[in-house]
């Protein structure tokens, strides 16, 4: 089994910064594509950014030159630093990986952690 945990959330003003972090433990083999997504109440849940297991990144626009999505492979955690935050970035964010561990290999989601901006 896989689980991801989110940390990180909490309530910051606008302006301000987060980095959210997600780690993966259970009989992971490898991990490849990361991504994060986010959701406010009554609304699909909206993909904020990806990391490939190469490297490669991608952004939402709602979020590009403002968010930076970076893993570190030896501790099979992703990060999403997340600057200059707006109210309209409130949301629950999810961790979601392509995860291969010694049962097969699935699409795994964490809990999610809470982000709000406010003043």
């Known amino acids: 089994q896989v689980q991801l945990e989110e940390s990180g959330g909490g309530l910051v003003q606008p302006g301000g910064s987060l980095r959210l972090s997600c780690a993966a433990s259970?009989?992971?083999?490898?991990?490849?594509?990361i991504n994060w997504y986010r959701q406010v109440p009554r609304k699909p849940r909206e993909w904020v950014a990806r990391?490939?297991?190469?490297?490669?990144?991608n952004y939402a626009d709602s979020v590009k030159g403002r968010f930076t999505i970076a893993r570190a492979d030896a501790k099979n955690t992703v990060f999403l630093q997340m600057n200059s935050l707006k109210p309209e970035d409130s949301a629950v964010y999810y961790c979601n990986a392509d995860v291969r561990s010694d049962y097969g290999r699935r699409d795994s989601w964490g809990q999610g952690t809470q982000v709000t901006v406010s003043s």
């Open positions: 259970g009989s992971i083999r490898s991990i490849y594509d």
């Open positions: 990391i490939t297991s190469g490297g490669t990144t």
